[in-house]
């Protein structure tokens, strides 16, 4: 167990619709990252924040997007979903932002598109 | 842009022998981080292990050790006495050590992947 939490597990939804990741860092951590995992694309990076502010971006659609609260735990939402979002979303903390600063990852939520 | 390269989809070893996973990668930085993820069956991933680029001495970690080629931008993980818990998909992934707000540097860039699997 890495300390850090997801939820749902699962969700299906369906196209069109708009959806809403959770995920809660490890205690002590401040930074939350974001990937995405699917079968074509491979785990890609989303989207990191830093203490409630925006830090980094990578390969994140205009229909996504993040936020992370006071309490450090971070959303992601997903709207206007297609087919091709359907994937494995994971969530990781690390206690700074600094590159050296491992990243533990959440077991992530898996989204089913139909 | 840096890219990750594992040129094994997929890899087999025999309970307690050894295996050696590959990865190279291509990256015009001299300062960077490059780790090995476990992803088994459960869709956890899983640090294994984790090699600073300045650091000429190979990381080890238990039975999983790692032969880091800096000139030749090299990176593959020894699995020794493999056991069958350790069948999963493995990920190299490279971090750069540059700071570049906005941007996607710092940031994870995996590989496609090896799926290992452990003969009993």
């Known amino acids: 167990d890495s300390g850090v939490t997801q939820t749902p597990k699962h969700l299906i939804t369906a196209t069109g619709q708009r959806v809403t990741l959770r995920c809660s860092p490890r205690?002590?951590?401040?930074?939350v990252y974001w990937y995405q995992q699917s079968l074509d694309q491979g785990l890609q990076f989303l989207i990191q924040?830093?203490?409630?502010?925006?830090?980094a971006k990578g390969n994140i659609l205009e229909r996504f997007s993040a936020q992370q609260f006071p309490d450090l735990h971070s959303e992601l939402n997903l709207s206007s979903l297609e087919l091709g979002d359907s994937a494995l979303y994971f969530c990781a903390s690390s206690v700074g932002d600094t590159a050296g600063k491992t990243q533990y990852f959440g077991p992530g939520t898996r989204l089913l598109v139909l | 842009a840096q890219t990750v390269t594992q040129s094994q989809p997929e890899m087999s070893v025999q309970e307690a022998e050894t295996v050696t996973l590959s990865c190279t990668y291509d990256t015009s930085e001299s300062d960077y981080y490059l780790f090995w993820y476990k992803q088994p069956p459960s869709r956890q991933m899983i640090l294994v292990i984790r090699?600073?680029?300045?650091?000429?001495q190979n990381a080890t970690e238990n039975r999983f050790s790692v032969n880091f080629q800096k000139a030749a931008k090299s990176f593959s993980l020894k699995i020794s006495d493999s056991q069958l818990g350790d069948a999963a998909m493995y990920f190299c992934a490279y971090r750069s050590a540059g700071r570049n707000y906005g941007g996607s540097q710092g940031n994870l860039i995996f590989g496609k992947g090896t799926k290992l699997s452990v003969k009993p």
């Open positions: 090699q600073e680029a300045y650091k000429q």
């Open positions: 205690s002590g951590d401040l930074s």
């Open positions: 924040y830093y203490n409630g502010e925006e830090r």
